[in-house]
């Protein structure tokens, strides 16, 4: 079997001029993860996922529904690092919805503490 990595030398300008032209080429060209951290590809793919981020602010909802008085939520995880992500649920939850500074940290430090309670 054979790997591996290339470099390609390209022409940064007539990459943006093609990523302006067709919004679909930045798609099939960066990883998801490329994408929620930069704000301008990620408005792009909000249309996209907006149905899943939806889904999953109305099943928050449901299980909101127990608690008396919530005025805010913290959203959590990378894919909360999305533009617009929290407006979405806030939309969604009719309560106030925040961003910590470092969102994305706490999937791995739940993991991390997961594993420290399994030994």
Known sequence: MIVGIGVDIIEVERIQ???EKS???LKRVYSAEEIKIDGRKSREILPVVRPV???IA??????LQKFDNLTEICLVGGTCELDGFD???QEMLRVKAFR??????IT???I????????
């Open 23 to 25: 919004p679909r080429f």
């Open 58 to 63: 109305s099943i928050v909802d449901a299980c």
């Open 108 to 110: 791995p430090l739940g």
């Open 17 to 19: 001029k093609l990523a």
């Open 87 to 89: 407006e979405i649920v």
């Open 112 to 119: 991390a503490l997961s594993c420290l309670d399994a030994n």
């Open 100 to 105: 910590p500074e470092y969102p994305q940290f």
């Open 53 to 55: 981020i939806e889904k």
